[in-house]
Nanobody
Framework: QLQPVGSGGGLVQPGGSPRLSCAASGAFLKYSTVAWFPQAPEKERQGIACISSLDVSAVYLDSVKGRFTISKENAKNTVYLQMNNLEPDDTAVYYC???????????????????WGQGTQVTVSS
């Protein structure tokens, strides 16, 4: 069974550029759609970026377009979320999620994913 594991969070200063990683076991992410879902304190989990299987397409929430980039490194069976110019409002626990299915498109909707990582905390503060 596909099991993603997120990492790379921590304390980041405003304007910082951390990179989150989502490594997987049990299946190849190359053939999976993968997404990132931050959950801020007292707020619902919300998708911000996804990448389709075979890297055909990626989708971003408007609030992160131009700041965040999602990518896959198939040799390491890992998906990354490069985050740039972070703001305090980006503070959240970031969950990666995956679905082992060949699709040309991806959706940043919780219902689309059935394999979830444990979450990694990102805190943006000076």
């Amino acid at each position: 069974q596909l099991q993603p594991v997120g990492s790379g969070g921590g304390l980041v200063q405003p304007g910082g550029s951390p990179r989150l990683s989502c490594a997987a076991s049990g299946a190849f992410l190359k053939y999976s759609t993968v997404a990132w879902f931050p959950q801020a304190p007292e707020k619902e989990r919300q998708g911000i970026a996804c990448i389709s299987s075979l890297d055909v397409s990626a989708v971003y929430l408007d609030s992160v377009k131009g700041r965040f980039t999602i990518s896959k490194e198939n040799a390491k069976n890992t998906v990354y979320l490069q985050m740039n110019n972070l703001e305090p409002d980006d503070t959240a626990v970031y969950y990666c999620a995956a679905r082992h299915k060949l699709r040309r498109e991806c959706l940043i909707a919780i219902s689309e994913y059935d394999n979830w990582g444990q979450g990694t905390q990102v805190t943006v503060s000076s």
